[in-house]
């Protein structure tokens, strides 16, 4: 028998030092551990986790993801089993960035840990509370983003590395400046491609559209609609074009396809008559608990309560970190008595 296969042991401890000695072999873009930014506070190194496997782990067991599970996606409060959760969703989306991590030689750990992080910020009723909460902001801007960010540091403070944090805020293609890590521009790309296709799904199973319905425009260059194969189709344009121009990009003519995909999305489904409807009675929802707790802020739980906050940024932090059951529920207390005929 080989004397070097007699010799392996069948486990051994593999330590910090060893699992970031394994990083030397990504790709020049990948963000190595040791070479992270570092957190606001400065730790003692774990014996086994890198700095970016820490991260992860404090999101998995936050109270802030676990909220995740009750959150819209898109469809408020839906009574199938199937439909996507803001949970569901940011599984998905760590899978497709992992994928892309994984094929482009990037830091696999950190992407997961932004992924698993960036909504975590999300309000109750998705944009919608996102756009009813904006209204009471300076600007009329606010943004689960930042808000994810706030949450980390402030409220449920967990002392996340810069890179994760930076992945966080820069997730959603609208803020500027873009994520400074090629795992935060895998994030970007992972979140439109898994929302467009489990949202279309979601729509077809909702009988809000059918597949036959997508534009030919669309179609011809992603083919028939199959959620798995388009989210392949889209995986590979992100990782050739990426190879390609050394950095985390797409396919033009991809890109273009999702663009109208997205284009046709918010005109047959995220905008239809009834889900304008429905978001009306959200951001009602939303508004009266915001003016009750600005009248009464000794109702918000000393747990959620940041005391030396501006009493608004109470309340706002208070509401966005509901979720959708949690905001219906407190709503139906205050608003609607039980006993009344």
């Known amino acids: 028998?080989?004397?070097?296969?007699?010799?392996?042991?069948?486990?051994?401890?593999?330590?910090?030092?060893?699992?970031?000695?394994?990083?030397?072999?990504?790709?020049?873009?990948?963000?190595?551990?040791?070479?992270?930014?570092g957190r606001a506070r400065r730790e003692t190194p774990d014996p086994?986790?890198?700095?970016?496997?820490?991260?992860?782990?404090?999101?998995?067991?936050?109270?802030?993801?676990?909220?995740?599970?009750?959150?819209?996606?898109?469809?408020?409060?839906?009574?199938?089993?199937?439909?996507?959760?803001?949970?569901?969703?940011?599984?998905?989306?760590?899978?497709?960035?992992?994928?892309?991590?994984v094929a482009l030689g990037l830091n696999e750990v950190l992407t997961e840990a932004i992924c698993l992080a960036h909504d975590c910020g999300h309000t109750p009723f998705g944009h919608t509370g996102e756009a009813a909460l904006a209204e009471y902001v300076d600007g009329g801007a606010w943004l689960h983003s930042e808000q994810g960010?706030?949450?980390?540091?402030?409220?449920?403070p967990c002392n996340l590395t810069w890179e994760v944090l930076d992945g966080v805020r820069a997730h959603t293609w609208r803020v500027k400046p873009p994520p400074h890590t090629a795992e935060g521009w895998a994030c970007r790309f992972a979140d439109r491609i898994a929302y467009l296709n489990h949202d279309l799904q979601d729509a077809i199973r909702a009988g809000v559209i059918t597949a036959a319905d997508v534009p030919g425009e669309i179609t011809g260059i992603l083919g028939p609609f199959s959620g798995g194969v388009w989210i392949n189709t889209m995986i590979e344009a992100v990782i050739e074009e990426s190879c390609r121009r050394g950095k985390v990009t797409m396919n033009a003519d991809v890109l273009l396809a999702m663009k109208h995909f997205r284009e046709f999305m918010f005109e047959r489904v995220y905008l239809r008559p009834e889900a304008v409807a429905?978001?009306?009675?959200?951001?009602?929802?939303?508004?009266?608990?915001?003016?009750?707790?600005?009248?009464?802020?000794?109702?918000?739980?000393?747990?959620?309560?940041?005391?030396?906050?501006?009493?608004?940024?109470?309340?706002?932090?208070?509401?966005?970190?509901?979720?959708?059951?949690?905001?219906?529920?407190?709503?139906?207390?205050?608003?609607?008595?039980?006993?009344?005929?």
């Open 1 to 37: 028998m080989n004397t070097a296969v007699e010799n392996l042991q069948p486990l051994r401890r593999v330590t910090r030092e060893a699992r970031e000695a394994r990083e030397a072999m990504l790709s020049p873009l990948a963000t190595r551990s040791t070479e992270s930014r």
């Open 48 to 101: 086994y986790r890198t700095e970016f496997e820490r991260d992860r782990d404090r999101v998995l067991h936050s109270k802030a993801f676990r909220r995740l599970k009750h959150k819209t996606q898109v469809f408020i409060n839906p009574e199938g089993d199937h439909f996507v959760t803001r949970m569901s969703h940011t599984l998905q989306v760590t899978q497709v960035a992992r994928a892309l991590a």
């Open 149 to 156: 960010v706030r949450l980390f540091e402030v409220l449920e």
């Open 278 to 341: 429905q978001a009306r009675r959200a951001t009602g929802v939303i508004h009266q608990l915001v003016e009750h707790l600005l009248a009464h802020p000794d109702q918000i739980p000393d747990s959620y309560r940041i005391a030396d906050a501006e009493p608004l940024t109470q309340v706002l932090d208070y509401v966005a970190g509901m979720t959708d059951r949690y905001a219906l529920s407190l709503h139906d207390r205050l608003f609607r008595p039980r006993g009344l005929v």
